[in-house]
């Protein structure tokens, strides 16, 4: 495929995600959350639930822009404490892309052990149910990962 044209309909696809995901969050979730969504009976006080959402995208835009600046810094002090003709290790830094995947999904991690325990604080039951979600919700995880990762290895034949 011609690289111009991968690229438009990679960002056109990489639009419609974001959208689609803003789009139901703010839509839906949102609404959910501060109980809004069908009864519009109740004032619940939602000021606090807004400011914690605005503050977790402030946060996520934080560590994003702080991760480049680290990045950048060590870079500039890597490239000028090369002396002459050094072998340099031709490996590529993690970009910062990565690194808030990592920060998102132990997060995800962090949160989903503390349903759990307020499960089985609950009752035995709910935390036995809790559990066996979590479960499923990770192996359907882990399959889609292993196959979409093995329909683009069988796509690319090695030489």
């Known amino acids: ?5 991968y690229k438009k309909v990679l960002l056109f696809l990489v639009a419609l995600a974001v959208g689609s995901l803003a789009g139901s969050g703010i839509l839906v ?11 519009h009976d109740k004032k619940p ?29 060590r870079k500039e002090i890597i490239s000028k404490n090369i002396i ?3 072998e340099v290790n ?3 830094p993690i970009q910062t892309v990565a690194w808030m995947i990592i920060f998102g999904d ?10 759990i325990g307020a499960a089985f604080t609950s009752s035995i039951m709910t935390g036995q ?7 499923t919700q990770s192996l359907s995880l882990s399959l889609s990962l292993s196959l979409s990762l093995s329909l683009s ?3 690319h034949k090695m030489p």
Request: net charge positive; glycine share 12%; with cysteine.
């Open 45 to 73: 006080d939602y000021l606090w639930m807004g400011t914690t959402i605005m503050g977790g995208i402030y946060l996520f835009f934080l560590i994003e822009r702080f991760l480049k600046l680290i990045l950048q810094w």
């Open 1 to 5: 495929m011609n690289t111009k044209i």
């Open 29 to 39: 979730l949102i609404p959910e959350g501060f109980q809004i969504a069908g009864d």
């Open 106 to 115: 132990g997060l995800h991690n962090f949160i989903d052990g503390l349903s």
């Open 90 to 92: 031709s490996s590529k």
């Open 84 to 86: 002459g003709n050094c």
């Open 153 to 155: 290895l069988s796509n």
């Open 129 to 135: 149910y809790t559990k066996q979600r979590k479960r």
